[in-house]
T-cell receptor, first 112, second 108 residues
Framework: DVKVTQSSRYLVKRTGEKVFLECVQD?????MFWYRQDPGLGLRLIYF???????EKGDIPEGYSVSREKKERFSLILESASTNQTSMYLC???????????FGDGTRLSIL | KNEVEQSPQNLTAQEGEFITINCSYS?????LHWLQQHPGGGIVSLFM???GKKKHGRLIATINIQEKHSSLHITASHPRDSAVYIC??????????FGTGTSLTVIP
């Protein structure tokens, strides 16, 4: 079974801090994705990557950056955390585009 | 404008009831996905279908490509079916449009 592991289930940070969310997958998937999920808005794509060192902006990239130095690891970075970035963050991976994605358990991030 | 619309947004059912969740979409697609998210966050893929019907245990998914509509049915519902069910369709950018989800609560 594919395993997508997110580094934290719950995280509390302060406004202005630099925040790192880590995601690791163990199935050699090419494609990795970062989403945020908010009540009433559903899943929204922040960034995705289709190869090492490659990244593409999703629908809501402002205030975020990503890093993919190794195939199995995709990091989401909040450069200067703000309270409107309080949300559930979900990482996913897939072997091919438009194929079922495998999700991590999510990180519930609170920015105070 | 939402490319994917789900109904209902919330659904409460008694254990044993037959449940239907609907998904309508406005874009041309190659396949449609149904996802399940349990309390606590993790999301799993239930079905990917491009025509007709698929069945897995008590879950049945149908799709009508001409009408741009899909349904997810749960037979003999159980409290462990309580979850958020999400419909998703791929877009031309090789990502997905997601519905906002249907929150299902099955009461014993």
């Amino acid at each position: 079974d594919v395993k997508v592991t997110q580094s934290s289930r719950y995280l509390v940070k302060r406004t202005g801090e630099k925040v790192f969310l880590e995601c690791v997958q163990d199935m050699d998937h090419e494609n990795m994705f970062w989403y945020r999920q908010d009540p009433g808005l559903g899943l929204r794509l922040i960034y995705f990557s289709y190869d090492v060192k490659m990244k593409e902006k999703g629908d809501i990239p402002e205030g975020y950056s990503v890093s993919r130095e190794k195939k199995e690891r995709f990091s989401l970075i909040l450069e200067s955390a703000s309270t409107n970035q309080t949300s559930m963050y979900l990482c996913a991976s897939s072997l091919f585009p438009n194929q079922p994605q495998h999700f991590g358990d999510g990180t519930r991030l609170s920015i105070l | 404008k939402n490319e994917v619309e789900q109904s209902p947004q919330n659904l409460t059912a008694q254990e044993g009831e037959f449940i239907t969740i609907n998904c309508s979409y406005s874009v041309g697609i190659s396949a449609l996905h149904w996802l399940q998210q349990h309390p606590g966050g993790g999301i799993v893929s239930l079905f990917m279908l491009s025509s007709g019907k698929k069945k897995h245990g008590r879950l049945i998914a149908t799709i009508n490509i001409q009408e741009k509509h899909s349904s997810l049915h749960i037979t003999a519902s159980h409290p462990r079916d309580s979850a958020v069910y999400i419909c998703a369709v791929p877009n031309t950018g090789n990502q997905f449009y997601f519905g906002t989800g249907t929150s299902l609560t099955v009461i014993p």
